[in-house]
């Protein structure tokens, strides 16, 4: 059984910072991509920030230049740090993983979800 577990949400004023960690635990022996989606009221989930393994990131060009993406290994943890937050950031943030397990003798990768975090950004 994994679960991953999201924290960092919260109110915060235009121009504004937060930082969101997501830790991944159960049956876990290797984490594969990372990442954070975002989900505003009345528009489709999108993709904000993903890292690989070997720490290659990707972002959506909303986010380029304002939010950061890392990730520890050894703790099975990714980050995302948000800076000059906008309104239009304000949505339920989601972590996603690709995880390795032990399943008897075999290594299954499978995805997994977050509950999400609520972010909002208004003065």
């Known amino acids: 059984q994994v679960q991953l577990v999201e924290s960092g949400g919260g109110l915060v004023q235009p121009g504004g910072s937060l930082r969101l960690s997501c830790a991944a635990s159960g049956n876990i022996v290797s984490a594969n991509a990372m990442g954070w989606y975002r989900q505003a009221p009345g528009k489709q989930r999108e993709l904000v920030a993903v890292?690989?393994?070997?720490?290659?990131?990707n972002y959506a060009d909303s986010v380029k230049g304002r939010f950061t993406i890392s990730r520890d290994n050894a703790k099975n943890t990714v980050y995302l740090q948000m800076n000059s937050l906008k309104p239009e950031d304000t949505a339920v943030y989601y972590c996603?993983?690709?995880?390795?397990?032990?399943?008897?003798?075999?290594?299954?990768?499978?995805?997994?979800w977050g509950q999400g975090t609520q972010v909002t950004v208004s003065s």
């Open positions: 890292t690989t393994s070997g720490g290659s990131t």
């Open positions: 996603n993983a690709n995880l390795v397990s032990l399943v008897g003798s075999a290594y299954i990768e499978s995805g997994h």
